[in-house]
Nanobody, 118 residues
Framework: QVQVGESGGGLVQPGGSLRLSCAAS????????MAWYRQAPGKQRELVAG???????TYKESVKGRFTIPRDKAQNTVYLQMNSLKPEDTAVYYC????????????WGKGTLVTVSS
């Protein structure tokens, strides 16, 4: 059974940092593209960052230079390191296995809430 579990969200002040974790199981993690998505209140879910099995990454323009997506194949875990957080980064963050073009598999976890506020 394919499963993902996101953790690490919380309340952080503008300019702060958070590291989200995503533990995955039930599929061949080492050969699967993984991605982070987010959904802010009243908005559609959007791709934030992704990494292919070969290590190629993609980032939403507004997070480039602030977010990175480290990946630990040995632990079947993908992270989202978020620095210089802004209020507009407030959202529920989800990780998901995805296609090579970052179309998410149709199986969403519970996500983890990130709130950036002073």
């Amino acid at each position: 059974q394919v499963q993902v579990g996101e953790s690490g969200g919380g309340l952080v002040q503008p300019g702060g940092s958070l590291r989200l974790s995503c533990a995955a199981s039930g599929f061949a993690f080492h050969i699967t593209t993984m991605a982070w998505y987010r959904q802010a209140p009243g908005k559609q879910r959007e791709l934030v960052a992704g990494m292919t099995p070969s290590g190629t990454t993609t980032y939403k323009e507004s997070v480039k230079g602030r977010f990175t997506i480290p990946r630990d194949k040995a632990q079947n875990t993908v992270y989202l390191q978020m620095n210089s957080l802004k209020p507009e980064d407030t959202a529920v963050y989800y990780c998901n296995p995805a296609s090579s073009t970052y179309v998410a598999w149709d199986m969403w976890g519970k996500g983890t809430l990130v709130t950036v506020s002073s």
